[in-house]
């Protein structure tokens, strides 16, 4: 027995565990943790919210028997039971000190956090979560026959390439191929009409993701209730199946070990440049870009080759994405025999650098490219900023695009008001704030139509282009006009060079997005558009036209006198509280567009995209029809 007792205390491990519990005083629970751990020289990373905690240790055998005595000694931790997850591992004194302190294991470290794990700003309850089925359970649900069975792995892109589950053909495999898990979300909304009324499985690498995430989806509704996760993950699993089971590779995990392996020795990843079979993430390289982890196999390191040690990584995300390529490669979604794996792809980008810049995986299906075409007097950086909460919650689904219009405006400087002297004060000490804060920088607006007047204006200063922004203030005594956009019927022939010049410069785009004037624009392009993408010029599949208007223009109301509606599927957004572009107004404009082919989101809000999930759900509907 002592004998034993000396092996614990010379043998290594690792544990793992997590708990949703409600914590009252996480601040006294962390300290409860501090103080424990460090008792028993325990190093790792452990997570205090008020909704649980979250860690993984390393230690001796003994120590980590001796921690889980003490939580299960615990009123708080006692029951329901922990699935404390221990397992074999290295000591620390053997690991390199760089592995030990990217992963976190260098020291003990006790944090405080808002949430034990975060999914959503507002996430469903824990207590919605999908059944927990065992190991050997979830192993006999993939080889059951079922019509409509689909698997999806919670974890991230990097974890997945070493890794993954294979399952019988009968069992669609999604891989969300995640940078965070904050972006799994965005990825089931996009993804909902896939999962609808289907039996989800899904897994992780401990069991905690998918409680959330399988919570996240249920709460869809009834069409979504059919969704089980593997209880302890892969983690059990793969004990349950030593040879890996329909697991294969290797389970990335979040500490020294980098990686677990099962008695199969089969390699799924992939060498980021050579394409060679490689799983070590050890060297920890890096994409240049984003800072995902990528495989560079040891021969394509270098070997003290600067030549080849100098390169700069594309991820497949980065590449998809197209921050280092106009055209995606290929990404590992899907599970495919080793021998199915094309040869890696590689491309040198960006002009502008010496630097060679490679990438390599499976076909991916690109994001819709969407044009946007800003209101009167925006200009690209704004509506940029307009959008922003839009493309944060269309990340999966479409890349925005945005360009300034033709047309520059002058800046409007109201006259002098003439009420009382008291008021009259207080107008000047306002303009003279404004003028100190918004004169030295202002930013040029444009415009795609302009009224007579403006164009008058506009060629007059043709002389004056090279003038700074603050040199072109106009005073005027006329207040703004909420109807000016039924004047602003000039411009039209250099706004259609232009956007020509655009959709061949920047494109192609599956579709474009308008607002208030920008929508009356699109609509314009929609009657223009060419309807092959073989055409040259103009072409796009869809329109989504938010607070827009009929388009003032000859050419458009000739083109409407004969046709029975525009033949271009169209998703119309306004708002019944819009006092800029009246809905009756944006009606008017819908109802311009095949009724087949339109999607109308009538909110209650003003000149606005909304952007609650409510709303949200139905544009990703839309858009969905075209991915």
């Not at 690109?366 to 990340?395: D, E, I, M, T, V």
Request: charged fraction near 20%.
């Amino acid at each position: 027995m002592a004998e034993s007792e000396s092996d614990e205390a010379a043998e290594w491990g690792v544990l793992l565990y997590y708990k949703f519990v409600p914590i009252a005083d996480p601040a006294q629970t962390s300290r409860y943790f501090q103080t424990l751990c460090a008792a028993l020289s325990l190093q790792g990373r452990l997570r205090v919210a008020p909704d649980g905690v979250n860690v993984t240790v390393t230690g001796t055998l003994r120590a980590l028997h001796t921690h889980i005595a003490a939580l299960h000694a615990h009123p708080r931790f006692a029951f329901p039971p922990i699935d404390f997850k221990l397992s074999a591992a290295p000591p620390l004194a053997l690991v390199p000190p760089h592995l030990a302190e990217a992963t976190g294991f260098a020291a003990l470290s006790v944090r405080l956090v808002p949430h034990l794990i975060t999914l959503a700003p507002d996430p469903p309850p824990i207590s919605a979560a999908g059944p927990l089925v065992s190991p050997g359970e979830f192993h006999d649900l993939l080889q059951q026959p079922h019509p409509s069975c689909v698997l999806i792995d919670a974890r991230n892109v990097y974890e997945t390439r070493i890794g993954k589950f294979c399952p019988p053909p009968h069992v669609e495999f999604l891989d969300p191929l995640l940078r965070q898990y904050s972006d799994l979300p965005g990825w089931l909304d996009a993804h909902q009409e896939q999962l609808r009324n289907k039996r989800v499985l899904m897994y992780c690498t401990g069991g905690v993701r998918c409680e959330l995430a399988s919570s996240y989806l249920r709460s869809k509704g009834k069409d979504f209730e059919d969704v089980v996760q593997l209880s302890g993950g892969i983690h059990r699993y793969m004990e349950a199946f030593a040879d890996g089971g329909y697991f294969k590779g290797k389970n990335f995990v979040f500490d020294h070990r980098l990686a677990v392996a099962s008695s199969n020795e089969e390699v799924v990843g992939r060498c980021l440049l050579c394409n060679a079979p490689f799983d070590d993430y050890s060297a920890r390289n890096r994409c240049s870009t984003c800072r995902l982890l990528v495989l560079i196999c040891k021969s394509c390191q270098g070997a003290g080759d600067s030549s080849v040690s100098s390169v700069k990584y594309v991820c497949e995300l980065c590449e998809l994405n197209q921050k280092g390529s106009r055209q995606p490669q290929q990404l590992g979604g899907v599970c495919e025999s080793i021998d199915d794996v094309p040869t890696t792809k590689h491309v040198a980008l960006a002009a502008d650098t010496e630097t060679p810049i490679l990438h390599e995986g499976r076909m991916l299906k690109p994001k819709l490219r969407l044009l946007c075409l800003h209101g009167f007097r925006q200009n690209a950086s704004s509506f940029k900023g307009r959008l922003g909460s839009l493309k944060k919650k269309l990340k999966h689904v479409a890349e925005f695009v945005f360009v300034d219009a033709p047309h520059k405006l002058p800046f409007i400087q109201q006259e002098r008001c003439e009420m009382g002297t008291a008021v009259q004060s207080r107008c000047e000490e306002r303009r003279s704030l404004l003028n100190e804060t918004s004169c030295r920088t202002p930013t040029w607006k444009y415009a795609w139509l302009v009224s007579p007047r403006d164009a008058y204006a506009n060629e007059s200063e043709d002389s004056e282009r090279g003038e700074e922004p603050s040199s072109t203030w106009r005073a005027t005594k006329t207040p703004f006009d909420a109807w000016q956009y039924e004047t602003q019927t000039e411009g039209w022939d250099t706004s259609w060079e232009y956007l020509q010049k655009v959709f061949q410069d920047l494109g192609p785009f599956d579709g474009v997005l308008g607002f208030s004037q920008g929508a009356s624009v699109a609509a314009a392009l929609c009657q223009l558009r060419k309807t092959s993408p073989s055409d040259a010029g103009v072409n796009f599949k869809f329109a989504v036209l938010c607070s827009g208007y009929p388009p003032p223009l000859p050419f458009f109301a000739k083109g409407m006198a004969s046709e029975a509606g525009i033949p271009c599927p169209s998703l119309h957004i306004y708002g019944g509280q819009d006092r800029q572009i009246h809905d009756h107004t944006s009606e008017q404009l819908s109802n311009m567009f095949q009724s087949e082919e339109r999607t109308i989101v009538k909110h209650e809000c003003g000149h606005i995209i909304p952007t609650q999930p409510a709303y949200i759900e139905q544009y990703v509907q839309f858009l969905s029809r075209f991915l």
